[in-house]
């Protein structure tokens, strides 16, 4: 595995516009940028039934944009079923992870087939090749649902680097711009997840709520 370079990158792939950084459960929330019809991101704490009743406003979900879940401290475009949960310095390093691992350990993204994930019509066709496949999916479920915490985790960490009032919504704008000015590495936090990952401890990291979310 070849080191990338430890720098914060500087691109940002999608402006940050007005949406905040939600303090009680960490994910963004706002008005999408660039938009003049009162398209919103909706962060955990919307009901699920309000998130479900808006309408599609682009994409395959209503995800404007999502900080990196390695590092957290650059905004990626999402919205697509395909999208990247990772800042481009580190995917290739998490990929040869999971090849040398011989399944999904971080998983990249929400698609199965991303992750390798996938059923045939002959696996479908046996109870054991069912069942095995059952037994992936379950397994990628977890790890997913590990990494949103770990994403969580790390955005807290972050904000209290930064020196961010953590029991406030914080405008992400503020908060891309105080980590472009700060010292915070993704390669601390890559080793941390790395190594979270490799001795299957991630759900150890798991997100802690500082206040029980609304609604
Ligand atoms: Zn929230
Ligand atoms: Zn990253």
Known sequence: MTAPSPAVPSSREAP???LLVCH?????????PGRTDGARQFCDCTPGEVRRAQSRWGGDFNTYAELCRCCGLVLLRSGSRFSIWFCMQWLEAIKALNRSAGRSLVPIGRHSFMNGVGASAA???TESGARA?????????????SLEGWARTIVQRN???LGLDIE???RLADYLDAVSGSALSPRAAFEALL?????????????KPLMPARG
Request: include cysteine.
């Open 16 to 18: 940050p516009g007005e």
């Open 24 to 32: 009680s459960c960490l994910l963004l929330k706002g008005p999408v």
């Open 123 to 125: 696996q479908l066709r």
């Open 133 to 145: 496949l059952a037994e992936q999916f379950a397994y990628l479920l977890g790890k997913e649902r």
């Open 159 to 161: 904000l209290t680097e």
């Open 168 to 170: 406030q919504d914080a």
């Open 195 to 207: 190594s979270a990952a490799a001795d299957r401890s991630l759900a150890k990291l798991s997100f």
